[in-house]
């Protein structure tokens, strides 16, 4: 049963969680799921079409969603996009993306660099 | 895959008015952190990968050291190349063997074993992932207990390195399955069985060809044609040589740029990497006298790949040695994967 929390969430007072907007996206999913669950190719279409507008920060919104949710099948199909994303890029890259701040001091910064200088190889500058 | 628990009690922040400074993990509570940078490390394809992570801020930092996330690393994220080989790549892979992942003990056992000589060490290393079914780690400790690796020669332990290989074979490891098969056939560690030796030759190339097409079929390159594929070629079937894994790399980058010195000789097949740990360990080519192998199953790849070309019989200096010692015929026979005998 994919949506065991939804049955609670109508019942729950509390409705911070999950905004509307938020539940319009994932809620169809399931749907979505069953009737292209044959053909992968398709859902990959699907899916990339759905990412292909959506900022980082909404991003964060939707995985929240569906972990409240309990819907696995969407969550880990949204950390994945995320794991995709930050894949073999540089660490400004990852930080511009989402908007990280370095917050280490300078020599920390240093000391980083020497204790993993012998994994540095072919990183994409993107 | 853990199942996640609800977070209603997780005060989310409130929304920033400046787009700009809001922070995508901010809203993320440390869990689901911790879940993304599982699926990063596990499909990562080098270290860098997970490296760079740590680098982003102080909160990735500690998150992306959590033992779960090394735990998922994949063998290509501790794919380390030698020549970049230091004191804190030794303990990262320290750090993700104390995490529980099965491939940095392995990686981290052959290493100690036969790059850093700590045979102990190394071998309980690789005990460790053996244990866990790792069916590399049970077919290296195969290797070592057949040719007495790190000891003398009465430390061969025909019988135990049969017993490893079985169950390296069970798993499907292709070397495994070819190593038994071999061994079966001759008689060495377990009683001959010609027949059941020569079913799992079969069953190994058989392996070998379904995870080659498995691999093209996921990445359809009509380019990729390779220079043949072992002995698969025998049955016309020109396919790519199957992936070695990165520790073996590791090895022959290690050993290639003469770090042993002492004149220990490596096995002559290109994706074995193993050295000698004692003069005389490997058997070589009785053909040619030039090659020497860990093993039967390198013997018997490298033949196809290369070696069936250059083994020239030195036919002259056997009749001048009165040569009676370099016995055997080398050349494959019907089915083909038998090379030249080692002696």
């Known amino acids: 049963m994919k949506f065991c929390t ?59 969603a569906a972990n409240y949710l309990n819907f696995k099948e969407a969550l880990d199909f949204f950390c994945r996009t995320v ?44 | 895959m853990r199942k996640k628990q609800k977070t209603t009690s997780l ?59 090394l735990s998922k690393a994949s063998p290509k994220a501790l794919a380390i190349r030698a020549k970049n080989w230091s ?53 290296s400790l195969a290797v070592i207990q057949f040719n007495g690796s790190g000891g003398s020669k009465n430390d061969k332990n025909l019988k135990a390195g049969v017993a490893l290989c079985a169950r390296a074979a069970c798993l499907g490891h292709v070397d ?32 070998e060809l379904a995870s080659v097409l498995r691999a093209r079929s996921a990445s359809p390159d009509p380019g990729v044609s390779g220079s043949g594929c072992g ?12 992936e070695t894994h990165p520790v073996n790399s590791f090895l022959k980058e290690w050993f290639g740029s003469g770090c042993d010195g002492s004149g220990l000789r490596m096995c002559s ?12 360990e490997f058997r070589r080519c009785s053909v040619c006298g030039a090659v020497n192998y860990c093993s039967r199953g390198c013997q018997a790849l490298d033949w196809k790949l290369r070696h069936k070309v250059e083994c020239m019989p030195m036919e002259r200096w056997l009749e001048e040695n009165n040569g009676g010692d370099n016995g055997g015929v080398g050349g494959g026979d019907g089915g083909g994967e038998e090379g030249g005998e080692l002696n």
């Open chain 2, 231 to 242: 002995l698969l070629s025998d049955f016309g079937c020109d396919v790519t040589e199957p």
């Open chain 1, 6 to 64: 939804v049955k609670q969430y109508f019942d729950d007072e509390n409705n911070n969680n999950v905004t509307n907007g938020i539940a319009t996206t994932v809620i169809p999913l399931p749907n979505k799921h069953l009737k292209i669950k044959a053909n992968n190719k398709e859902m990959e279409q699907y899916e990339q079409e759905l990412l292909r507008n959506v900022m980082p920060q909404e991003l964060t919104k939707l995985i929240l």
């Open chain 2, 269 to 280: 097949h290109v994706g074995c990497g193993r050295p000698e740990t004692r003069p005389h």
């Open chain 2, 87 to 139: 004191e804190s790549a030794h303990r990262f892979l320290r750090l993700c063997v104390n995490s529980g992942n099965i491939e940095a003990s392995y990686t981290l056992g052959m290493i100690r074993f036969y790059c850093l000589q700590n045979r102990g060490s190394g071998a309980s290393l690789m005990a460790k992932a053996a244990i866990k079914t790792h069916a590399p780690a049970l077919y």
């Open chain 1, 83 to 126: 794991a995709n994303a930050i894949q073999n890029k540089s660490v400004d890259y990852v930080r511009k993306f989402f908007g990280l701040e370095s917050d280490f001091e300078p020599g920390e910064e240093e000391k980083l660099c020497k204790e993993f200088a012998w994994s540095f190889e072919g990183v994409d500058e993107d």
């Open chain 2, 11 to 69: 005060p989310l922040p409130q929304p920033r008015t400046n787009a700009e400074e809001s922070d995508f993990f901010d809203g993320l509570p440390d869990d689901l952190v911790v879940f993304i940078l599982c699926k990063v490390s596990s499909s990562a394809s080098s270290p860098s990968d997970l490296i760079s992570i740590l680098f982003t801020c102080k909160r990735l930092n500690r998150l992306g050291v959590h033992p779960l996330v």
């Open chain 2, 176 to 207: 495994a399955l070819r190593e038994l098969g071999h061994c079966l056939q001759d008689g060495y560690g377990v009683r001959q069985n010609v027949a059941e030796g020569r079913r799992l030759l079969v069953q190994a190339n058989t392996r």
